[in-house]
């Protein structure tokens, strides 16, 4: 039996031939597959989800051993193994991957590998939104020069210091799977943006840790927070992410956590949540017929009415129907 897909197990597709495989993957549009198994054929499987959130592509995908040759490649990818082992080879340069040890980066070359049977996460990166996302998180201006070389292949430690890479992925294909049928939910998420910032810090751990904090007067950090605080008043309907902060702000992610926790003592997320929830009190104290709480909810930008009735209730220390019950009274 094949491991278990990281997520979309209800809705994943099942080929028992290499030439099905072959033939679906292509649709894919990364690329020109052709698949030899390892196996006898009639032993082989293979089974995959793919899921599109905000124009990121990421693929569960589990097989029996396989070998693969790919003619052309459109955009690069980051296999990331859950189990099983293998290898890559482009030009003259070959890497190796293991389950819990290392990941690949593989660019958009042709290249031909080898896996045993594996479950794995395959991430087709857009290598612009990829530099966009660390300038931001590095408070880095300009576009002279890349911050990564997406060129070449190379292998990706899955553990940094106390950090365990696989574990964050486990968890972000369990966050997946939990809202596989609901891609409009995933879209508002964010959690393409927590992808994003994850390759980030798994290509060059030492970019964040070597950052130092903001120079400049006391009234130029404030400026910089007040452009932030300014951009989520006006947008308060939608989910906002840590990457747009940091574009608006001008602002790397450390010292915009800095900055707030100075300013407001709460992260730059919990700030948001509290914004909002004002919002949100404020239009239930004055509500008028026919208001309801998962209108308010959307309006103040929480994607569901139990998050945001947890949230109103920790914060007023009553349920957001109390109020607009009280409030619909007058």
Not at 183 to 208: F, H, K
Not at 291 to 315: E, M
Request: hydrophobic share 40%; proline share 3%.
């Amino acid at each position: 039996m094949l491991p278990s897909l990281a997520f979309g197990k209800a809705t994943a597709e099942i080929d028992l031939s290499v030439y099905a495989m072959q033939e679906r993957l292509d649709l894919l549009g990364n690329g020109l597959h052709i698949y030899e198994s390892l196996l006898n054929p009639s032993e082989f499987m293979h089974q995959s989800s793919f899921t599109n959130i905000n124009g990121l592509t990421i693929g569960s995908v589990a097989s029996t051993p396989i070998r693969v040759e790919l003619k052309k490649v459109n955009t690069p990818m980051l296999l990331i193994p859950l189990s099983g082992f293998g290898s890559y080879q482009i030009a003259d340069e070959k890497v190796l991957w293991h389950a819990g040890d290392k990941a690949v980066l593989l660019p958009s070359e042709a290249f031909t590998g080898e896996s045993s049977m594996r479950t794995s996460l395959a991430i087709f990166i857009n290598s612009d939104r990829l530099e966009a996302t660390a300038r931001g998180m590095l408070g880095v201006a300009g576009q002279d020069s890349r911050i990564f070389n997406l060129g070449r292949p190379r292998e990706i430690e899955l553990k940094y210091g106390h950090i365990s890479f696989d574990k964050i992925f486990r968890q972000i294909s369990h966050f997946i799977d939990e809202f596989s049928s609901q891609n409009e939910m995933l879209n508002l998420s964010g959690v393409d943006d927590v992808i994003y910032r994850t390759i980030v810090m798994m290509l060059n751990p030492n970019l964040i840790k070597v950052e130092t904090m903001m120079t400049g007067s006391m009234e130029y950090r404030k400026s910089l927070v007040d452009r932030a605080c300014q951009y989520v008043q006006a947008n308060q309907d939608r989910t906002i992410t840590l990457s747009e902060l940091e574009r608006v702000s001008g602002m790397s992610e450390r010292n915009l956590q800095y900055a707030f926790k100075q300013r407001f003592q709460c992260s730059p997320m919990q700030w948001i949540r509290l914004q909002r929830l004002a919002t949100a009190r404020e239009r239930l104290l004055n509500a008028v017929a026919g208001t309801t709480i998962t209108a308010v909810s959307l309006l103040c930008g929480f994607n569901k009415a139990s998050t945001f009735a947890y949230y109103y209730k920790l914060r007023f220390n009553e349920l957001p129907s109390i109020t607009l019950a009280r409030s619909l009274l007058r």
